[in-house]
């Protein structure tokens, strides 16, 4: 049946009145982690068309602020890439697949190599994105900063669902995120969770989020987080992976669920070989529930991770763009 899933456009076969924060969503953890040093901060093999192209639709997108200008980060080590080479991979795809949509995260990585000067790794390794001496130091905080790179980019005011834009015919953004948001709300669009300072309308709040824990934010709609990282051992992380995910279940789907398979000890890969399998065991056997959004390192092994979560939003006979070898298809479930 895998092969039978365009994973490309998964979602193209999902009502439009299917509730957004109904849906289970693979996505990945540190989404531009594909390089570093000595493989410390390495993350995932592929890079973000690649990521599009396989079905993940939750992107974790780390940005350090250097000068006037947003670089890709995994704490202090720079990963070669900017925050226009993102916009790029993902408004292309959505052009090309408008019956999708992309949750990203941006998180503010810190303003964690001024001090620097000319030795800086932003400065060093991002001379590919303009001469750096002709940078001007315009933007004072993380927020103007991604704003103005945004819309310096994109001209197209709808891409991103909930950022207000600039532009005449932009005005204000065309909604945030709510339990009431539907697919057919953000086809196409790019919704925006915020991890960094900012006012109100800019994205959905995700600025609480404590370290290394599991947590649940008071707001509405909340946002439950499960982000143990540090080397909490390969059956504890399993057995907090699950229970989030079983909780994800239980409860009605109004409130944002984000589970982290992702872990590490010196390097990322370890944990994910041994939680990769476990969690796609579980996945296939799982009962019907939503299980939110999952984030993995490495999700292309085992081959079928990413399809198990896909398949989780046509369970109990719902189509998913296929027929079967009676060449009869599946019936809807109710969103």
């Not at 594909?34 to 973000?48: A, M, P, S």
């Not at 780390?62 to 704490?75: K, M, T």
């Not at 824990?213 to 699950?242: C, L, Q």
């Not at 996945?283 to 399809?307: E, H, I, N």
Request: glycine fraction near 8%; charge should be neutral; include cysteine.
């Amino acid at each position: 049946m895998d092969e039978l899933i365009d994973h490309s456009s998964w979602m193209r076969d999902i009502p439009d009145q299917a509730r957004l924060l109904s849906l289970s969503i693979p996505g990945t953890h540190n989404s531009c982690s594909v390089g570093g040093i000595l493989g410390f901060t390495k993350t995932q093999d592929l890079d973000l068309p690649d990521q599009l192209k396989a079905g993940i639709r939750f992107l974790d997108i780390r940005l350090s602020h250097y000068q006037d200008n947003l670089f890709v980060h995994h704490d202090v080590v720079h990963m070669g890439k900017c925050y226009a080479d993102i916009l790029t991979a993902c408004s292309g795809f959505l052009g090309r697949h408008p019956s999708e949509t992309i949750l990203m995260s941006i998180k503010d990585e810190g303003r964690c190599d001024s001090i620097l000067g000319r030795f800086a790794p932003s400065r060093r390794l991002g001379k590919s994105r303009g001469d750096p001496m002709n940078w001007v130091i315009r933007s004072g905080s993380f927020e103007d900063a991604f704003k103005a790179r945004t819309w310096e980019y994109v001209d197209d005011p709808t891409l991103f669902y909930n950022l207000p834009s600039p532009f005449p015919c932009g005005g204000s953004p065309q909604g945030n995120l709510t339990a009431g948001t539907t697919l057919g709300d953000v086809r196409g669009k790019i919704i925006l969770l915020r991890r960094f300072e900012a006012d109100r309308d800019i994205g959905f709040d995700l600025t609480y989020w404590p370290e290394n824990m599991r947590f649940r934010s008071m707001t509405k709609p909340a946002y439950a987080v499960e982000d143990h990282w540090w080397d909490p051992g390969e059956s504890d992380k399993y057995n907090f992976m699950i229970t989030h995910m079983e909780e994800a279940k239980r409860r009605a789907p109004k409130d944002l669920y984000i589970t982290f398979s992702s872990a590490v000890n010196l390097h990322a890969r370890s944990y994910a070989k041994t939680i990769n399998p476990r969690l796609n065991e579980y996945l296939t056997k799982s009962t019907r529930g939503r299980v939110g959004v999952v984030a993995m390192d490495y999700f292309q092994d085992p081959p079928g991770l990413v399809s198990s979560i896909i398949k989780l939003n046509f369970a109990n006979g719902a189509t998913v763009g296929y027929v079967d070898g009676y060449g009869h298809h599946g019936e809807s479930v109710n969103w």
